[in-house]
């Protein structure tokens, strides 16, 4: 495996269900990031973590839930979400404090019902 | 006002043309620049960065004017394939929790007609 994988690619999931998104970076990179780009708008960024530290939260409704348990894994628990949630989610790595651009993962297409 | 400022587009062009995107900034201390291109469904990939002396790649220039704060992407002999979203990112610099903090514009999308 090379690059950033994301699975699942495609979720379908009730409002009540509770699910996780999985991310794993192949790159040595030591921060990660998740994203939510819904149709037609452009990427949110949602959080960050470098060097296996929360470092940003931007509001995110407490029904995402990240989890870095170290600098090649990332997961985005979701519970109880709403038909606006349904998005695709985006997750990134790059290395810091290098400016050479974020890596992305292919994104789970998430659909809630 | 948005930091990355891009015209949405669509631009519709004919295989052949030559396209140009522009792009403007407001944070004057940013301090790298790229083009990302994201197909439909698809996640962003990297297509160049952006240097203050211009830079090509094949039928691809990228400018930036920092005095101006506006970076451009040119497409030569357009093709089929080019038709994509083209994303604007400025590198904002390390930020409090020591990582790049890249800023996305909503992007400008080509489609290319034969």
Redesign the interface.
């Known amino acids: 495996e090379t690059g950033v994988t994301q699975t699942p690619r495609h979720l379908v999931m009730g409002m009540t269900n509770k699910k996780s998104l999985k991310c794993e970076q192949h790159l040595g990179h030591n921060?990660m990031y998740w994203y939510k780009q819904s149709a037609k708008?452009?990427?949110e960024l949602m959080f960050?973590y470098?060097?296996e530290e929360r470092?940003?939260n931007n509001s995110v409704p407490s029904r995402f839930s990240p989890e870095c348990p170290n600098s090649s894994h990332l997961f985005l628990h979701l519970h109880t979400l709403q038909p606006e949630d349904s998005a695709?989610y985006?997750c990134a790595s790059?290395q810091?404090?290098?400016?050479?651009?974020?890596?992305?993962?292919?994104?789970t297409?998430l659909t809630v019902v | 006002r948005k930091e990355v400022e891009q015209d949405p587009g669509p631009f519709n062009v004919p295989e052949g043309a030559t396209v140009a995107f522009n792009c403007t900034y407001s944070n004057s201390a940013s301090q790298s620049f790229f083009w990302y291109r994201q197909d439909c469904r698809k996640e962003p990939k990297l297509l160049m960065s952006v240097y203050s002396s211009g830079n090509e790649d094949g039928r691809f220039t990228a400018q930036l004017n920092r005095a101006s704060q506006y970076i451009s992407l040119l497409i030569r002999d357009s093709k089929l394939s080019d038709s994509a979203t083209y994303l604007c990112v400025v590198n904002r610099g390390v930020v409090a929790g020591g990582y790049n903090k890249l800023i996305f514009g909503a992007g400008t999308r080509l489609a290319v007609h034969p």
């Open positions: 921060a708008k452009p990427l960050v470098s060097l470092v940003e695709l985006l790059s810091v404090p290098d400016s050479y651009g974020y890596t992305f993962g292919s994104g297409r």
